[in-house]
């Protein structure tokens, strides 16, 4: 089994900054690539970000510049650094991980955690 846990959403003025933390726990032997994606209200869930197991990381357009994703692989955790907030930033922020098992990719998905960015 393994579960995400989500902490670091909240409300911000926009400008403001907001950091995400996803640690996963559970029958884990490494970790491929680590997300985040984002839900807003009666869209899809969008890519946010994405970083490798080497620390390559791609962003969204809509974040590039903004946001930082990082991992902390010893604690089989990942961040989101979020500066520069802006109202369409509003969502319910998912991680998820991919997880190798017999050369297959397994995904796992953290409960979301909601970030509401308006002054």
């Known amino acids: 089994q393994v579960q995400l846990v989500e902490s670091g959403g909240g409300l911000v003025q926009p400008g403001g900054s907001l950091r995400l933390s996803c640690a996963a726990s559970g029958r884990i032997f490494s970790i491929k690539t680590m997300a985040w994606y984002r839900q807003a209200p009666g869209k899809q869930r969008d890519l946010v970000a994405t970083i490798s197991s080497s620390g390559v990381r791609n962003y969204a357009d809509s974040v590039k510049g903004r946001f930082t994703i990082s991992r902390d692989n010893a604690k089989n955790t990942v961040y989101l650094q979020m500066n520069s907030l802006k109202p369409e930033d509003t969502a319910l922020y998912y991680c998820?991980?991919?997880?190798?098992?017999?050369?297959?990719?397994?995904?796992?998905w953290g409960q979301g955690t909601q970030v509401t960015v308006s002054s």
């Open positions: 998820n991980i991919k997880i190798p098992r017999a050369n297959v990719d397994y995904d796992y």
